[in-house]
């Protein structure tokens, strides 16, 4: 079956250390984004990429890192340096970027940090 | 900046009532505007509208867009306890989506 597998679900970390959340996906889908999701504000996008060796920064992108070395991956690396990590990650793609072209949506990871 | 707002935040009805979701939006360059289910993980795909006036309906959810006073609603009828969840309302412009911050709907038996 095709989708989007983030991992881990539940990932927890002391501050000051950086931590890299995983997404693949296998419907061969050009586009891919990360969202943030806190209580109350929905979902906020952190960073895209409309295709591999490319990505852009979305609203929030302070804090965050990326990389688009293959179609299937986009990691997320959470650093040091974002003041309030603690939140719900959501990974999705598309198979365009933006237009007539729904996400598809990953399971999230569920981010701590004490 | 995009702007995405929902109404309510929350509300809580009964099985067999109707509960109607709103979406208000303001944006540049609009392509489509999308309504996504939240249970627990992740969002599901509902509908996109992208003309005015016209009904999207799948069973006992409906949903329309009015692009003249930006907004759209979302219906949906006869609810059962497994529509309780999050409903997301999101916008596209040339190369994201703009998400407002959901409507939490609880059915209760």
């Known amino acids: 079956d095709g989708g989007i597998t983030q991992s881990p679900k539940y990932l927890f970390r002391k501050e000051g250390q950086n931590v890299t959340l995983s997404c693949e996906q296998n419907?061969?889908?050009?586009?891919m984004y990360w969202y943030r999701q806190d209580p109350g504000q929905g979902l906020r996008l952190i960073y895209y990429s409309q295709i591999v060796n490319d990505f852009q920064k979305g609203d929030i992108a302070e804090g965050y890192s990326v990389s688009r070395e293959k179609k299937e991956s986009f990691p997320l690396t959470v650093t040091s340096a974002q003041k309030n990590p603690t939140a719900f990650y959501l990974c999705?793609?598309?198979?365009?970027?933006?237009?007539?072209?729904?996400?598809?949506f990953g399971n999230g990871t569920r981010l701590t940090v004490t | 900046e995009d702007k995405v707002v929902q109404s309510p935040l929350s509300l809580v009805v009964h099985e067999g009532d109707t509960v109607t979701l709103n979406c208000s939006y303001e944006v540049t360059n609009f392509r489509s505007l999308l309504w996504y289910k939240q249970e627990k993980k992740a969002p599901t795909f509902l509908f996109m509208l992208?003309?005015?006036?016209i009904e999207k309906k799948s069973g006992r959810l409906s949903s329309i867009l009015d692009k003249k006073e930006l907004f759209s609603i979302l219906n949906i009828t006869a609810t059962q306890t497994g529509d309780s969840a999050i409903y997301l309302c999101?916008?596209?412009?040339?190369?994201?989506?703009?998400f407002g911050a959901g409507t939490t709907v609880t059915v209760r038996a």
């Open positions: 999705a793609s598309s198979q365009r970027l933006g237009q007539h072209s729904p996400l598809h």
């Open positions: 992208t003309s005015s006036g």
């Open positions: 419907l061969n889908h050009d586009a």
């Open positions: 999101a916008e596209t412009n040339d190369y994201k989506l703009s």
